[in-house]
């Protein structure tokens, strides 16, 4: 029978009313390790995103009938333990793309990422329901793993831009575009090749932010010399991203997002540029209220000092590879 709810075939664009389900037996098991992610890396908005060494880890197992979700760790106390749980739409929204359905799930998830501050947590639930989905179905041996580009684009359609959930897929730093046609989209990356002396470090508040209001604040048009300011400096972010980290600091230079951001989210803006002025290439975290600072080295102890007097937590973390299925 279909587990796929109508919700779900909305967000799986290739999902029909009438389509047919195979349904899976039940004792199948996957574990998957997930990246959490920052996205726009400053002037990359939705277009630029990195993998970081925070991870979250769930085991889900195919079962007689029913859905029962366990939590522990970030937000376990906050999010749905039934089919409304994103990593459950996810496996369930994996498993009717390739036509499949199962009678009944157990999810176990382990959350360490960080939710609502900018590290693309919920992109990184999207990305490790359709992983497990893709075990699931290896696990079976009735269909192929999910590609890489299928969990692209489908942990996209869930988040509605590729930034943050292509970095969680393929790992490393990403360049993400969106093609649309016939009411479609389309979602693509490619992963470049991280310099290996670059060095990445993250500033947690204990204070949480809105995607959804933080995009609300952004204006439908900017001056043109701020257009062409973020054209340039995106191209040049990924030469320092890839050959060349000198260049950090001018290629994480915003004029797009991050101005119109800053007074709804003061002290992140303020860390930002404290810590730019002392020459280090800080970022908002995608939506905030994190911060992004990367280096051709560990970050000195008198700016992780900043951070901690500006009311944030500072974490050296690791530029992660992509999702792991096991």
Same mark, same amino acid.
């Given at each position: 029978?279909?587990?796929? &709810?109508?919700? @779900?075939?909305?967000?799986?664009?290739?999902?029909?009313?009438?389509?047919?389900?195979?349904?899976?037996?039940?004792?199948? &098991?996957?574990?998957?390790?997930?990246?959490?992610?920052?996205?726009?890396?400053?002037?990359?908005? +939705?277009?630029?995103?990195?993998?970081?060494? @925070?991870?979250?880890?769930?085991?889900?197992?195919?079962?007689?009938?029913?859905?029962?979700?366990?939590?522990?760790?970030?937000?376990?106390?906050?999010?749905?333990?039934?089919?409304?749980?994103?990593?459950?739409?996810?496996?369930?929204?994996?498993?009717?793309?390739?036509?499949?359905?199962?009678?009944?799930?157990?999810?176990?998830?382990?959350?360490?990422?960080?939710? %609502?501050?900018?590290?693309?947590?919920?992109?990184?639930?999207?990305?490790?329901?359709?992983?497990?989905?893709?075990?699931?179905?290896?696990?079976?041996?009735?269909?192929?793993?999910?590609?890489? !580009?299928?969990?692209?684009?489908?942990?996209?359609?869930?988040?509605?831009?590729? !930034?943050?959930?292509?970095?969680?897929?393929?790992?490393?730093?990403?360049?993400?575009?969106?093609?649309? &046609?016939?009411?479609?989209?389309?979602?693509?990356?490619?992963?470049?090749?991280?310099?290996?002396?670059?060095?990445?470090?993250?500033?947690?508040?204990?204070?949480?932010?809105?995607?959804?209001?933080?995009?609300?604040?952004?204006? !439908?048009?900017?001056?043109?010399?701020?257009?062409?300011?973020?054209?340039?400096?995106?191209?040049?972010?990924?030469?320092?991203?890839?050959? +060349?980290?000198?260049?950090?600091?001018?290629?994480?230079?915003?004029?797009?997002?991050?101005?119109?951001?800053?007074?709804?989210?003061?002290?992140?803006?303020?860390?930002?540029?404290?810590?730019?002025?002392?020459?280090?290439?800080?970022?908002?975290?995608?939506?905030?209220?994190?911060?992004?600072?990367?280096?051709?080295?560990?970050?000195?102890?008198?700016?992780?000092?900043?951070?901690?007097?500006?009311?944030?937590?500072?974490? %050296?973390?690791? @530029?992660?590879?992509?999702?792991? @299925?096991?």
């Amino acid at each position: 029978m279909p587990s796929a &709810s109508p919700e @779900i075939d909305r967000a799986s664009q290739m999902v029909t009313p009438d389509t047919i389900y195979r349904q899976l037996p039940e004792g199948l &098991s996957v574990r998957v390790r997930v990246p959490a992610s920052s996205a726009n890396l400053g002037p990359g908005f +939705d277009c630029l995103g990195i993998a970081l060494g @925070i991870h979250d880890e769930i085991d889900v197992a195919t079962t007689a009938g029913g859905i029962t979700v366990d939590v522990t760790g970030e937000a376990a106390t906050d999010v749905p333990l039934d089919a409304n749980h994103l990593v459950v739409r996810a496996v369930l929204g994996g498993l009717a793309h390739a036509g499949f359905s199962v009678a009944g799930l157990h999810l176990s998830a382990t959350n360490v990422i960080p939710h %609502s501050r900018g590290l693309g947590s919920s992109a990184a639930a999207a990305v490790s329901g359709l992983a497990a989905a893709s075990g699931l179905l290896a696990a079976s041996g009735l269909a192929d793993r999910l590609t890489a !580009d299928e969990m692209v684009q489908l942990s996209s359609e869930f988040e509605g831009h590729p !930034d943050n959930a292509a970095a969680s897929v393929l790992g490393s730093a990403v360049v993400t575009w969106t093609e649309s &046609s016939d009411g479609l989209n389309r979602y693509h990356a490619r992963r470049l090749r991280v310099h290996p002396d670059i060095c990445a470090t993250v500033f947690v508040p204990e204070t949480e932010s809105s995607t959804a209001v933080t995009r609300g604040l952004l204006p !439908d048009a900017v001056p043109r010399v701020d257009a062409v300011a973020n054209l340039s400096r995106s191209a040049l972010a990924v030469v320092a991203l890839t050959s +060349d980290p000198s260049c950090l600091l001018a290629a994480t230079e915003d004029r797009l997002h991050q101005p119109y951001r800053a007074e709804a989210m003061r002290p992140t803006a303020d860390l930002v540029a404290a810590l730019r002025a002392r020459g280090h290439a800080a970022t908002v975290s995608g939506a905030g209220p994190s911060v992004l600072v990367l280096g051709s080295g560990p970050l000195p102890a008198d700016a992780r000092s900043l951070g901690v007097e500006f009311g944030f937590t500072p974490k %050296s973390v690791e @530029i992660a590879g992509g999702v792991e @299925i096991a």
